[in-house]
């Protein structure tokens, strides 16, 4: 969605709407146990990416905290680690009434009371329009029974991983932690820890109180509005296209119904899932947009980004940009990651340059295949999808630079030799 339209749709919402068309009844008639009910009836999955039950979860913080005499927190993310995903930007200006009532919801199904709402410090438009909505909901005599912390972070992609989030809360340096214990066992000031992403705590108060939420973004099919995931996507023009779609909805009628081409002519790959997402070629543009689909082609929902590709483009070269890129956002803990996504890198622009071996590319499979197994957090867990799916989905343009040509004649030499790779691992 355009910014324009952003600021339009923040304009003219205020409490008073949103408590006209039902907004924050559900605070008044729901138990915590009811709230939880419903969630797992609903099957609900949270939309940050993972896709795991968000009851589970609950269940999880809810033993955890049995066990130990102390709060429960709850923290919204409302961070968009991926430069290019504005879904939680979305949320925060379009939907900030509906948010709030999803965060006072979940925290009495969990029992917290005090939350954190986390943030991008750049997004300041959003945090407006949220603390604004927080501060005229409490003069009304909504949420409280709890209290929220704002805070802003701008941590680079690294700032969205949960283990990073709870350090940067901490005021410490944002370095990943080893799990387990998950945050909802011992998360912020070693208490259980509910980190729920915005969206889902915006579906929250879709599946609670249906009423209080607009619905009138969904880009296809008829399902339940909390079946609908929040996408940013990308066509060949760059500009951002914000929409709902079911989950379940082939990526090309995603892409379909947001008026967006997608032509073989034009368009080469469609990379789903943000930084550590996947490249589908054409044969796999009608995956069904869900996490076991997705799975099934090595993509993820991650981010919530879909984008698009041109033709003519150098998937070699692709996979080393995104490679790069990963180096410079791995928060250097743990060697596989730190080491390997640099290496990995490194092979990728002798390849480019038309300088590697064989022996290159047995090393680039094998620390596409170790970089995950030895990470420690889920940034190194993903951080060789990118590579991967590019060599599965593109072989040609890998087997074309062996030989020594840029299949595109695009590539621009990045180094004179090759370096020796062998005992790398
Ligand atoms: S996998 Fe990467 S980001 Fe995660 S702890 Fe290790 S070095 Fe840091």
Redesign the pocket.
Request: glycine share 12%; charged share 15%; proline share 6%.
């Given at each position: 969605m355009p910014e324009g339209t952003q600021n339009a749709a923040i304009l003219s919402r205020n409490i008073q709407d949103y408590v006209n068309k039902g907004g924050f009844r559900s605070l008044a008639n729901e138990t915590a146990q009811a709230v939880r009910d419903k969630v797992r009836a609903a099957k609900l999955r949270g939309r940050g990416g993972s896709g795991k039950y968000t009851a589970d979860k609950w269940d999880t913080a809810i033993l955890s905290a049995e066990r130990r005499d102390g709060p429960t927190y709850l923290v919204c993310n409302a961070y968009d680690a991926d430069p290019l995903a504005m879904a939680a930007a979305n949320l925060m200006i379009r939907e900030p009434f509906a948010v709030l009532e999803g965060i006072a919801l979940t925290a009495r199904a969990v029992g917290a009371k005090e939350v954190y709402f986390y943030f991008k410090a750049t997004n300041r438009s959003g945090y407006d329009a949220i603390l604004k909505a927080f501060n005229e909901s409490q003069s009304s005599g909504y949420l409280n029974d709890i209290s929220v912390h704002f805070v802003g972070a701008d941590a680079g992609f690294?700032g969205g991983?949960e283990s990073v989030m709870l350090e940067i809360l901490r005021g410490r340096r944002a370095?990943?932690a080893q799990r387990p214990p998950y945050p909802a066992q011992i998360g912020l000031y070693e208490y259980p820890t509910v980190i729920d992403n915005i969206e889902t705590l915006y579906t929250v108060t879709r599946i609670i109180n249906p009423a209080a939420t607009s619905d009138d973004k969904k880009s296809s099919g008829s399902a339940a509005p909390y079946t609908y995931k929040l996408l940013t996507l990308y066509g060949l023009d760059g500009k951002p296209v914000i929409v709902e779609a079911a989950f379940g909805s082939p990526i090309s009628q995603i892409f379909e119904k947001s008026n967006i081409a997608l032509n073989q002519n034009t368009v080469r790959a469609i990379v789903v899932g943000g930084p550590e997402g996947g490249a589908l070629g054409p044969a796999a543009w009608n995956t069904p947009y869900d996490y076991e689909s997705l799975a099934a082609v090595n993509c993820i929902v991650g981010s919530g980004v879909i984008e698009v590709i041109p033709a003519q483009t150098c998937m070699v070269e692709w996979a080393r940009k995104r490679m790069e890129y990963l180096a410079k956002e791995?928060?250097?803990?743990?060697v596989?990651?730190?080491v390997g996504v640099k290496r990995a890198a490194t092979v990728l622009a002798t390849m480019t340059s038309n300088v590697a071996s064989d022996e290159d590319m047995a090393t680039l499979t094998d620390l596409l295949t170790y970089i995950p197994r030895g990470?420690?957090?889920g940034?190194?867990w993903n951080?060789s999808r990118a590579a991967q799916t590019a060599q599965a989905a593109f072989p040609d343009d890998f087997s074309q630079h062996m030989k020594g040509e840029c299949p595109f004649h695009t590539c621009a030499p990045q180094r004179s030799h090759r370096y020796a790779t062998k005992g790398v691992l």
């Open positions: 690294m991983e370095m990943a791995s928060c250097g803990k743990c596989p990651c730190r990470s420690l957090c940034f190194g951080a």
